[in-house]
Every structure is written in structure tokens, then in C-alpha cells.
């Protein structure tokens, strides 16, 4: 696969552009999961950056911090059981971070 095709283009003051790979935020409580998702992406081209769940959750992670630093196009995030505490805490993130079009729902 080429890896260039996956990256962004951003316009610059005085006509420039900075081509730039795109970046995606894994969010999990499994780090396994996160490892797995982390090297299919990186092999697709993609720049991976992650955060642990729980981490967040503790407050030892700054989600809106994070999400600004590492600008992500998309945040992958598993809903799993339980499901009620899962989708609390995602529609949490998306009001706090003020980024809702990074969390689609799938």
C-alpha cells in the first residue's frame, strides 16, 4: 500500500500548505486491543496515538488536552460491556472535548 495517500493538507498564512500524515486516537481500557488497532493502522499509514480508559477516567490523562496536541481525524473507541457506563462515558467525551465529529458512532 502507498503510505503517503493517507495524509492532510493544511493551508498555511501566504498560500503554503504542510502535508502532514493523519493521525488517529485509540481509546481503550485494553491495552492488548490497543496494540492490536496500533500496529493495523501504523501498517495502513496511519499516525497512532492512545490513551488508557482508565486514565482518563482518573483524570491522569487531559482528554480535551490530548485531543488538541494530537488533532486526530478520527477516535476510535470500543463501547463494551457494561454498555450503559460505556456510552455514559463516550457521550461524556464529546461534550467535554467540544469535538463530537471525531466520535462518530458505529
Known amino acids: 500500500r ?3 495517500a493517507r495524509v492532510r493538507r493544511r ?3 501566504g498560500g503554503r500548505s504542510v502535508t502532514r ?3 488517529v ?3 481503550n481500557s ?3 486491543c490497543v496494540e ?3 500496529m493495523a493502522l501504523e501498517n495502513a499509514g496511519f499516525v497512532v496515538v492512545s490513551a488508557h480508559l ?3 477516567r482518573r483524570g491522569s490523562v487531559d482528554l480535551e488536552q490530548f485531543i488538541r496536541q494530537h488533532e486526530p481525524a478520527v477516535v476510535i473507541y470500543d463501547v463494551a460491556p457494561p454498555y450503559d457506563r460505556q456510552w455514559a462515558f463516550l457521550n461524556h467525551m464529546r ?3 467540544r469535538c463530537s465529529s471525531r466520535f462518530p458512532s458505529c
Open 2 to 4: 502507498d503510505r503517503t
Open 11 to 13: 493551508q498555511l498564512g
Open 21 to 23: 500524515a493523519i493521525c
Open 25 to 27: 486516537a485509540v481509546i
Open 30 to 32: 485494553n491495552d492488548d
Open 36 to 38: 492490536i488497532l496500533r
Open 54 to 56: 482508565d486514565d482518563i
Open 95 to 97: 461534550r467535554r472535548c
